[in-house]
């Protein structure tokens, strides 16, 4: 079965450096997740798109901005990139009404 | 506002012994739960949920959980570990907006 597609899988960046993250949810998967988990911590939301349009928003900082295109994959870009942005970030997807959520296996975002 | 604790970080279990992880939510409204493990530097793979009906759910991997709505709690069990099962455990409510709120995990450490 086709699962959540993210690219890539590790990423390692310069200090204020930008990043772009992709995820390709599951097909007829309407609504991406975006979570962020630092070393040891439990995952963080960031933000939520259903049908393109962005449906809630979490601790996502100013200079991270995501969108959802019209197949349905969502990028999450990373601006002025710092060391506390190391993290291993995670793509979900789910339906309308979701009974589950699928998640990617993650990028390791490595800043240096 | 939604919250999920578990109140253990890790746990050493010798293989073949019974495994039980605590969990407790606190949400105002009926509580959607899910159960994710997460083996190191891995996605997270969905062991069971629960939305309504029987409180005792079945799992993939010889998961159950058992929902009690008077205790706030969600507890996973499996009656005999094995080596494989050392991971990450993470419990999750789903909130408003439909994303997800986890607990900080809790470490599993299986001894032979």
């Known amino acids: 079965a086709a699962g959540v597609i993210q690219s890539p899988r590790h990423l390692i960046k310069e200090k204020r450096e930008t990043a772009t993250l992709k995820c390709y949810p599951i097909p007829r998967h309407d609504t991406v997740y975006w979570y962020q988990q630092g070393p040891g911590q439990d995952p963080q939301f960031l933000i939520s798109?259903?049908?393109?349009?962005?449906?809630d928003k979490g601790s996502i900082p100013d200079r991270f901005s995501a969108q959802q295109f019209s197949d349905y994959h969502s990028e999450l870009n990373m601006s002025s990139l710092e060391l506390g942005d190391s993290a291993l970030y995670f793509c979900a997807s789910s339906s309308v009404a979701p009974d589950g959520y699928t998640f990617g296996s993650g990028t390791r975002l490595t800043v240096v | 506002a939604q919250s999920v604790t578990q109140p253990d970080i890790h746990i050493t279990v010798s293989e073949g012994a019974s495994l039980e992880l605590r969990c407790n939510y606190s949400?105002?409204?009926?509580?959607?739960l899910f159960w994710y493990v997460q083996s190191p530097g891995q996605g997270l793979q969905l062991l069971l949920k629960y939305f309504s009906g029987d409180t005792l759910v079945q799992g993939i991997k010889g998961f159950e959980a058992e929902f009690k709505r008077s205790q706030s709690s969600f507890n996973l069990r499996k009656p005999s570990v094995h080596w494989s099962d050392a991971a990450e455990y993470f419990c999750?409510?789903?909130?408003?907006?439909?994303?997800?709120?986890f607990g900080g995990g809790t470490r599993v450490l299986v001894k032979p």
């Open positions: 999750a409510l789903r909130a408003a907006g439909n994303k997800l709120t």
């Open positions: 949400y105002g409204a009926t509580p959607y």
């Open positions: 798109f259903y049908e393109k349009m962005q449906s």
